[in-house]
């Protein structure tokens, strides 16, 4: 099945379109008039700045993976909203087979879904749960993001056992409210201003952060010491005895963090803990689920599975905001507390997921996220003969560019002139890295980015770093 681009080029003069160099004047204006209005993450930010935001970039209209600024340049889009646009911007057939879902049942837009059954939740969870290996034994908590689905996840662990602690694995990034926020050890200052709220029942352990391992150069040469030495070794025998920790909580693929997956080996150490002394395995699969990996879902690959799993971005298929809990059955079973999301598992968001899993298996997009993974890789991997590319990585459409002198000298300033002149070339990408290897831009393109745009946003990328 061919996919269609409806983006059009937006303006139809090709792609990318740079009518004056970006960042124009208009989008400046239009977010320093923001910054009297709205706040966000973005805190601490003088309202006569123009920055404040991760690009200086104001969005007139967006389409599949381009996007149109207000002062008329077009961008091709390698950062998919964070993976909330894994189907394209306003993918119009996504749009209106939801619209065609909420009508079949009865029930538009939202609906205290808490608080009354839906034939709608139904089958749209029986569906979702189909395309999970051994589906029929979860069930789903839906939510609106992907911090609520974790925080779901922690309390459904801290409840089922009767325990108060977790380890959590750093380089994750599990959200910004409190419990998530409490097991994140990702960067500093995620965490900084908020440590006096904090839990101080959560113990931290070495992810899964190869690149930046400290026994290993490489993936493959992986000898276990970050599970034996530092989990074993140090945080359930000096800090926490493992029976009292009611939850491990781990990204198997380190996405923000990092972008890379983590060894096999490693998670089955963490699953064989948790059978051992019976603690819940978290994975959070927030950004690399939904198909990203190349798989459906990040475990897959490995074929170990979490006792719970947490997804969201591209969940309710770009229509509204979704996220999910998927919980073992025997678990929710004997869950004594309560927990409740007011929108969570909304008629619209549960449409748009029918409608978005509809539409990848139609158009075989788990074939074609592989297929333009192995373009991308094949052509990220010659880039590190260049100076400064120090490693790419990554599986799917999940991909980093990494720029050091080496492994213990990242290149962070580097890093953002290279991002800012990809920028001004009409490129968008999405910065990452942990701690102080904040050296990384991520390829995270959308499924539906039509082949030659994704050519050309390489070949833009190539000429950029080679210079």
């Not at 909580?249 to 998670?267: C, H, R, S, V």
Request: charged share 20%; hydrophobic share 35%; glycine share 8%.
């Amino acid at each position: 099945m061919s996919l269609n681009d409806w983006s059009q080029d937006l303006q139809g003069n090709g792609v990318p379109f740079t009518n004056t160099q970006p960042p124009g004047p208009y989008s400046l204006d239009m977010i320093k008039e923001a910054k009297k209005y709205v706040t966000s993450y973005w805190t601490g930010k003088k309202k006569d700045s123009d920055d404040g935001w991760d690009l200086p970039l104001t969005v007139k209209r967006a389409a599949n993976s381009l996007i149109e600024d207000v002062d008329g340049n077009v961008y091709i889009d390698l950062n998919a909203g964070i993976s909330t646009a894994n189907f394209g911007y306003n993918n119009p057939k996504i749009w209106i087979r939801a619209q065609e879902i909420m009508n079949e049942y009865g029930v538009l837009g939202i609906f205290p879904s808490n608080d009354y059954n839906l034939p709608l939740m139904i089958d749209s969870s029986q569906k979702l749960l189909s395309t999970v290996p051994k589906g029929p034994n979860y069930r789903v908590h839906y939510a609106c993001d992907g911090t609520e689905a974790n925080e779901a996840a922690l309390k459904t662990a801290v409840s089922y056992t009767g325990r108060s602690c977790v380890v959590s694995f750093m380089g994750g990034f599990y959200g910004r409210t409190m419990g998530s926020l409490s097991c994140m050890a990702q960067k500093s200052r995620d965490a900084d201003t908020f440590r006096p709220l904090r839990s101080s029942n959560v113990y931290f352990a070495e992810g899964a952060n190869c690149p930046n391992c400290m026994f290993c150069d490489q993936p493959e040469d992986c000898n276990g010491y970050c599970i034996e030495k530092l989990l074993k070794d140090r945080v359930l025998t000096h800090q926490v005895s493992p029976e009292e920790v009611a939850a491990f909580i781990m990204e198997p693929y380190t996405t923000g963090g990092l972008m890379n997956p983590a060894p096999e080996e490693f998670l089955k150490s963490a699953r064989e803990i948790c059978n051992d002394y019976g603690i819940v395995l978290i994975f959070d699969e927030v950004q690399s689920g939904m198909g990203r990996s190349g798989k459906m879902w990040v475990h897959e690959h490995h074929g170990i599975e979490p006792d719970i799993f947490t997804s969201a971005k591209s969940l309710g298929g770009g229509v509204s905001p979704l996220s999910a809990a998927f919980i073992r059955d025997e678990i929710m079973e004997e869950v004594p507390a309560y927990h409740g999301s007011t929108y969570g598992g909304a008629p619209i968001s549960l449409a748009g997921n029918m409608a978005a899993l509809e539409y990848m298996e139609k158009h075989r997009l788990l074939d074609r996220v592989m297929d333009l993974g192995n373009v991308i890789g094949k052509r990220a991997s010659e880039w590190e003969d260049y100076h400064n590319v120090w490693q790419t990585r990554g599986w799917g459409l999940l991909r980093a560019v990494d720029f050091r002198q080496n492994k213990n000298k990242p290149m962070v300033e580097y890093k953002s002139q290279i991002q800012g002149e990809l920028f001004k070339q009409g490129i968008i990408t999405m910065s990452g890295g942990q701690g102080r290897y904040m050296s990384m831009l991520r390829l995270i393109p959308s499924f539906t980015i039509p082949d030659e745009q994704l050519e050309i946003a390489l070949e833009i990328f190539e000429k950029v770093i080679r210079k």
